[in-house]
């Protein structure tokens, strides 16, 4: 036996296995699950997500204990089967029946199985694939998992003979989940949970706005702030789908990480909440030369009523007013929360204590921490490119914030970006405090027939103080916690489609021999602390 543990990506561990036939399969260890793996790809792995199915793991626990085991219907389901009284403190809330749409190796649905435990009542693992199906057949008679029932069909076509009857659907697909979302949304129970996973993020962030349109049904804006709008489109589009069956989604959590974007989201229903989702979504307008954001309702709910008008506008004029130019219109986007902050906190005490074996954990935890504090307002300024515009210096993070907070605004980070700011302050207000900065720091004007010149010479409306705030500096950037973290290894990514391609030597994850690294650049940021000063 030759073993090699990836110091790059903890708690993932490979075991390959010699025998005399010359083929060498390995075995993956991942959280409490052991998968068998050919080394000629034969289905599809990624180890990058690891902390996916990790915190889908603790997600989905989280809801067992905090949401379904209080859901009224539930416990009284339960104790109508379980013949138990109403007083008896120890009624046993029924275990969760699992849909994974897309197995594969089946890795998730064994991690699911001996990690949630008695939570779980059955997992029903499918895929399309007949040589994914045998390797998920192997995998689980390998880990002895005896309440997992493998399943070869369409996806689809499973979860519409299947309508209501999961607590929790996850879908993982490669690629666009656009397809699964119309029976997904019908497959799980109501009050259940579903799991999202979308992997074209450059559809989502803007690179490819006719096919963003035409899977998600809204216009991408291809900004700093690209990620958190392609959350806001996933959102927006499920709860579309869920809106056609008298249902809507109340977001428990939402994330981007590497290169995909998840949620996860309670399917609800509820034709009186319907009603109101129209107020749930919103346009954005976003200047084409300075980038200020402004956000149009797509209905207005009166409170206490049941009454939905259209939105009235449009929030901006022909041209911005900071820098004379047109705007872009982008979306429908989910323009409410993302997050259920209290669920958020629960998640995070469930990853701190019994998820401490998970691989990823302080990555969690830091993420989490974040999300927790993260305003609800949507979408955020990036202080790099507030600075590109007027070309000046850029200003520390903890002197920008300061002038919010002085000014009585509210200001959080965006989980999404290192050096994002999240605030509900007025577009006016924010390039008042980047105009105060380029006076202090004696910024040369342009000419007026410029972005910059036309901003800096516009008159400030607000007063600006760049005093230091004593909350300016979070909390939780003043420990060790790991934030932002580095790319998890070279040449990371989403792979190649299973089957579509020859594997190469350097594919093999049993091999070896060792190449010399390059230095990766990060997407988000190059070191787990960002300097504040």
């Not at 997050?339 to 990853?351: I, N, P």
Request: charge should be positive; hydrophobic fraction near 35%; glycine fraction near 6%.
């Amino acid at each position: 036996f030759l073993s090699r543990c990836f110091s790059d990506t903890v708690g993932f561990s490979v075991t390959a296995m010699s025998n005399t036939s010359g083929n060498s399969p390995v075995i993956i260890k991942e959280g409490k699950a052991e998968i068998l793996f050919s080394t000629e790809n034969e289905v599809f792995y990624n180890k990058v997500q690891e902390l996916n199915r990790d915190l889908s793991t603790a997600t989905i626990s989280t809801f067992f204990s905090h949401v379904h085991s209080t859901d009224p219907k539930i416990v009284k389901k339960s104790m109508k089967l379980l013949n138990q009284q109403d007083g008896d403190k120890d009624v046993g809330i029924l275990p969760l029946l699992i849909l994974e749409a897309l197995g594969a190796t089946g890795l998730r649905s064994i991690r699911f199985s001996k990690e949630l435990g008695c939570k779980v009542q059955k997992i029903v693992c499918n895929d399309m694939s007949v040589d994914a199906v045998q390797a998920m057949k192997r995998n689980i008679s390998h880990n002895a998992c005896e309440n997992i029932e493998p399943s070869i069909s369409d996806a689809t076509l499973l979860m519409c003979q299947n309508k209501g009857y999961f607590d929790v659907v996850d879908i993982d697909p490669y690629g666009t989940p656009a397809m699964f979302l119309d029976t997904a949304v019908q497959a799980v129970r109501n009050g259940g949970l579903l799991c999202i996973t979308a992997t074209d993020l450059s559809v989502l962030a803007g690179n490819h706005i006719q096919a963003c349109y035409g899977k998600y049904g809204a216009m991408p804006l291809k900004r700093p702030y690209c990620h958190e709008f392609a959350l806001r489109i996933l959102l927006s589009c499920i709860d579309n789908h869920a809106n056609r069956y008298s249902r809507y989604i109340k977001p428990l959590l939402s994330y981007k990480a590497d290169f995909y974007v998840r949620v996860f989201v309670q399917v609800i229903q509820s034709q009186g909440e319907v009603q109101k989702t129209s107020s749930r979504r919103s346009f954005v307008y976003d200047c084409v030369g300075c980038h200020a954001f402004h956000l149009q309702k797509v209905g207005n709910h009166r409170a206490g009523t049941q009454h939905v008008s259209p939105g009235r506008g449009p929030p901006v004029d022909r041209t911005c007013t900071e820098c004379g130019n047109e705007f872009y219109v982008g979306g429908p986007i989910w323009s409410e929360s993302m997050h259920d902050r209290a669920f958020v906190r629960q998640l995070s005490e469930f990853v701190s204590n019994e998820g401490s074996y998970l691989g990823t954990a302080k990555r969690l935890q830091g993420m989490l921490t974040i999300i927790e504090n993260e305003l609800d307002d949507p979408l955020f300024y990036e202080l790099s490119s507030l600075s590109k515009t007027v070309h000046s210096t850029c200003p520390p993070t903890a002197i920008f914030r300061s002038a919010l907070l002085n000014a009585g605004f509210k200001v959080s980070q965006s989980h999404v970006h290192p050096k994002s700011v999240k605030t509900n302050a007025p577009p006016s207000f924010v390039w008042d405090v980047m105009r105060q900065w380029c006076r202090d720091q004696e910024v040369k004007i342009r000419e007026e027939s410029t972005v910059e010149g036309r901003i800096l010479r516009k008159d400030m409306k607000h007063g600006v103080s760049f005093e230091k705030h004593q909350e300016a500096v979070f909390a939780y950037e003043q420990g060790s916690l790991l934030r932002f973290a580095p790319n998890p290894e070279p040449n990371w990514g989403p792979k190649a489609r299973a089957g579509k391609r020859k594997p190469e030597k350097s594919d093999s994850i049993s091999d070896d021999k060792k190449k010399p690294k390059k230095k990766e650049k990060s997407t988000d940021c190059d070191s787990a602390l960002i300097p504040l000063l």
